[in-house]
Nanobody, 126 residues
Framework: QVHLVESGGGLVPAGGSLRLSCAAS????????MGWFRQAPGKEREFVAC???????YYADSVKGRFTISRDNAKNTVYLQMNSLKPEDTADYFC????????????????????WGKGTLVTVSS
């Protein structure tokens, strides 16, 4: 059973930074792609970033240059470093895993993902 647990969310002022973590269990992380989606109130869950098992990283245009995804396979953990945060980044952030970046990719649909954590809330004040 795959289990994903996100942490690191919180309230920050615009321009601030946060680092999200996602701890995975029930799988050997090193062979999987990992990613982050987010969902703002009243909106659909949208792709944010993903990282392949080889550590190739991909980003949504809205976060490119501000967010950095990374992974530590020894700890079975993926991270999302978020800098220069904007009020429009306010959302619940969810971690997901997939066999590859064929589906987990920029523009990919959240409906294609089989596994999700419960999310961590990021609130950016203006």
């Amino acid at each position: 059973q795959v289990h994903l647990v996100e942490s690191g969310g919180g309230l920050v002022p615009a321009g601030g930074s946060l680092r999200l973590s996602c701890a995975a269990s029930g799988l050997t992380l090193g062979t999987y792609a990992m990613g982050w989606f987010r969902q703002a109130p009243g909106k659909e869950r949208e792709f944010v970033a993903c990282i392949s098992w080889r550590a190739d990283a991909y980003y949504a245009d809205s976060v490119k240059g501000r967010f950095t995804i990374s992974r530590d396979n020894a700890k079975n953990t993926v991270y999302l470093q978020m800098n220069s945060l904007k009020p429009e980044d306010t959302a619940d952030y969810f971690c997901t895993v997939d066999a590859s970046t064929a589906r987990l990719r920029p523009g990919g649909s959240a409906r294609s993902m089989d596994y999700w954590g419960k999310g961590t809330l990021v609130t950016v004040s203006s």
